[in-house]
């Protein structure tokens, strides 16, 4: 594969000593170990307005001068520009009336990961990789062989056995990756991908790539553009791997850098209470994390017990003063139903923890009433239809008559 240098206009370093890194194909610091980061030159963007950019439809791509890809290279399915809901009925509900709902769910694959998938699979191309690969719970796995599929690039798969939810392992499988179940949990399953990487064998796009959680920042962007700049209080973010909430962060740090916002919301982890050392840590007032050795949930796309970007996401929530707190898998199917019937929104196990952390967090006085916040649902509900028919009343009999029909539904 061929090697390319850093571009002029961003640098990766190690966000936890700072060492500049110039090999393409480092995850970690060679100096610390530490976890890499972008950090992009912004003199383009502080000679810029908003306005500026709008000049360009509402997606991951408009925002171009905060990224670290050159256009010219993009592996692109029109990715982002996903609505931002006012959510009234359901505000109501939970006792926050100025409630937002970011649905990622309608991204090209279903899900946020292809907002990260367009800048890795982007940064691939520059590389000169033909063979990309990830570990995943599945909406990495759908979303990377989309990329490659798109960019003509190979793709493989490290799926753990069991608990990945069908409709994720038919999107990957579709789109012609090698899908290898791998013995183990999600985190034996990353343990091979990073030992195919390290010997150059694939280009890993697990959110541990430092270009990834760049395409991830647009989510933020986006949520400020469609507010015309007003900053909420509080983004509430469902807690995997906890690049998203770190992505989410980066963002509104590079924003303020360049004037165009004054403050940062306050970032907000949820966590399935059976996959949850993020918020455990929080809960004891610590900036690292124990891993989950056995995590569990209904949750699958948060099921993630030793989260890459854990530390990250603890410094987001305490630099912005948030929080981070557990749900249980009753409060996610709960809050799922809840989203779905007042507002027609059909999210996904994972996406709905948000919401759920929403309403937790206004019964135990954390969150305001008068606060204005938004909920990021990180993707759609028929990634996991199983899920929701276990949970739904079963179809009801009924006569080939009008009478029948008519009883039915009074009794409803």
Known sequence: MQKVM??????VVCWECGTEVSDPYANLCPKCKGLLTVKMDLTQAKSMNPEDLRKTPLGVWRYA???????????????????????????EAVGVPDTFVKFE???PTGSFKDRGMTMGVSHAKELGAKVVGCASTGNTSASLAAYASKAGMQCAVFLPSGKVAMGKLAQALFFGAKVLSVDGN??????????????????????????????????????????????????????GNAANIWAVYKACTELKEVGWIDRIPKLTGIQAAGAAPVAQA???????????????????AIRIGNPISGKKALHAIYDTKGYCTTVTD????????LLGRKEGVCVEPASAASVAGLKKLREEGIIEKDEKVVCICTGNGLKDPDTILNNVPK??????????????????
């Open 6 to 11: 850093n571009m002029a206009d961003h640098k």
């Open 65 to 91: 001068p905060f990224m670290p890809v050159d256009e010219k290279n993009k592996v692109s399915i029109q990715e982002g520009g996903t609505p931002l809901y006012s959510t009234k009925a359901l505000g």
């Open 105 to 107: 769910g309608l991204n």
């Open 186 to 239: 999600f985190d034996d399953a990353l343990a091979l991908a990073r030992k195919m990487h390290d010997e150059r064998k694939i280009y890993l796009l697990n959110s541990i790539n430092p270009y990834r959680p760049e395409g991830q920042k647009s989510v933020l962007f986006e949520i400020i553009d469609q507010l015309n700049y007003e900053v909420p209080d509080r983004i509430i973010l469902p807690v």
């Open 282 to 300: 929080f809960a004891e007032g610590t900036r690292d994390f124990i891993a989950e050795p056995n995590p569990e949930t209904v949750a699958t």
């Open 330 to 337: 009753e409060q996610i199917i709960e809050a799922q139903l």
């Open 395 to 412: 179809p009801i009999p009924c006569k080939n008559e009008v009478a029948d029909v008519e009883r039915i539904l009074k009794e409803q």
